[in-house]
């Protein structure tokens, strides 16, 4: 699942055009990638909806995920998120690759803290600048995708994980 900045995706509409039809699931990062979490309500709606229209034009369909810049989010982010027929989504794995360590150190951190059930935080880009350097990324992806798979894992877009769990009870530890 990718979770898009906005004005990235006005930029190249082609490459979330490619990632929707390959099958992943696209959601809303808002726009410009703010702290929310010192956004009023008006900048965050504004944020969630030109992000909407962006990928809506790339794709032909609105997102229907939402993740917020740095896990930041107020009591009217969520509400605003919910409005536009967004479901909010976090993560409980962090790869730390936004500070472009080494693949081996991202197999590492995620691979400690992996489980099952995961949903893992990458990054294919930066909010600050346009076409950051992810090699590194990419590599560790490609080795935990591997490394897990060999082990019986199986990997799915967070829409199937929600799909997955509706109706049925979660422990408390996933």
């Not at 500070?99 to 995620?110: D, G, H, Q, S």
């Not at 949903?119 to 880009?125: K, T």
Request: glycine share 8%; net charge positive; hydrophobic share 40%.
């Amino acid at each position: 699942t990718f979770f898009v900045i906005g004005r990235y995706v006005q930029r190249r509409p082609d490459i979330v055009r490619d990632l929707f039809k390959a099958g992943h699931a696209v959601g809303n990062h808002t726009f410009t990638h703010p702290h929310l979490i010192m956004s009023g309500a008006l900048e965050t709606r504004i944020q969630l909806e030109e992000c909407q229209r962006a990928v809506e034009d790339a794709t032909g369909e609105r997102p229907r995920l939402f993740r917020p810049p740095f896990g930041g989010r107020r009591p009217h982010t969520l509400r605003i998120a919910r409005s536009l027929g967004l479901h909010p989504v976090m993560w409980n794995v962090t790869s730390w690759d936004w500070k472009a360590p080494p693949a081996a150190k991202i197999v590492k951190t995620c691979s400690r803290h992996m489980h099952g059930g995961d949903i893992i935080l990458m990054h294919d880009g930066s909010h600050v600048e346009f076409g950051a350097d992810r090699w590194q990324t990419v590599i560790a992806t490609h080795l935990l995708i591997e490394t897990w798979r060999n082990q019986g894992y199986e990997f799915v877009t967070v829409p199937e994980m929600m799909e997955a769990a509706i109706g049925r009870p979660t422990p408390i530890d996933t």
